[in-house]
């Protein structure tokens, strides 16, 4: 990481962004909630990121892999930046957590490759009597569900409960959640629009009845983590078939991580 030409261990918010994986943006926002203030000032105003701050993105940013949405990160971080029993314990959370997504990705591979050895067996050891075959279309489809894993942020047991969280509300059920949600996304719109404080009531009881639709999908916290993790990962393209455009699903998520993080 480049420090600044200013005093030795301090970064620039430029500087800070690219060397932490996030935008410029996601750090005013940081500041905007009190999650992550830079901790120095030049004479100009200009942000500079101490070492102390530093550390306390890298634990923000971990909590986040962790699956933790904002709302919930800010009082995860009660503890000093460089208390190292905290560190010790986030840092062997974290080691757990790639542990299992390296055991998902060695499992992909390993299907991968045996898809191959049936095309072409010089791939592999193993030998298919009958010679080159086209792998079953099952093979292919548990193959694509391992994939799913990886890319969609759910595991096994999470994408099961949402399937059966959709089978249980039927046709019916789910085209009124739907319209349900639309009308929520545009009452918060305009509320995130207007600057309605989140303190106000009718905010508030947009916000439950948000989490009250959500929860329809996704009863389990778990499951609940990895959807926001997702979208806030894939705005982008998950709106792109949406009436919203990324900026303002992105607006009114942030705005309603203010609400949660005010109840």
Known sequence: MKETSGAAGQWS?????SAGGVTVRTLHHYDDIGL?????????????????????????RALQMLGFPLAD????????????????TLLERQLQHTRRQAEQI???????????SRIDPSHNDASYEDGPAMPDPEQFL?????????????????????????????????????TRW????????????????VSDPSVRE??????????????????????????????AALSADLPWS????????????KVRAQS
Request: charged share 30%.
């Open 73 to 88: 990160i800010g009082p995860a971080l009660g503890t000093a930046a460089d208390d190292m029993d905290s560190l010790r």
């Open 142 to 178: 548990s193959t694509l569900e391992m994939i799913a894993v990886l890319e969609n942020h759910f595991t096994t047991e999470q994408r099961q409960e949402l399937a059966d969280r959709r089978t249980e509300l039927g046709v019916g059920r789910l085209e009124a959640a739907k």
């Open 246 to 257: 990324a900026e303002q699903l992105t607006g009114l998520m942030a705005y309603l991580e």
């Open 106 to 116: 060695q499992a992909v591979q390993d299907r991968l490759r045996d898809l191959l």
């Open 36 to 60: 992550l203030s830079a901790g120095k000032r030049t004479s100009a105003g200009h942000r500079r990121y101490t070492e102390e701050d530093v550390r306390r993105l890298y634990r923000i």
């Open 13 to 17: 918010i430029g500087e800070l962004a």
């Open 182 to 197: 639309t009308a929520l996304v545009e009452e918060g719109l305009r509320h995130a629009g207007n600057g309605t404080p």
């Open 206 to 235: 947009w916000a439950r009845a948000w989490e009250e639709v959500g929860s329809l999908f996704h009863s389990g916290e778990q499951t609940k983590t990895a959807a926001r993790s997702m979208w806030q990962e894939n705005s």
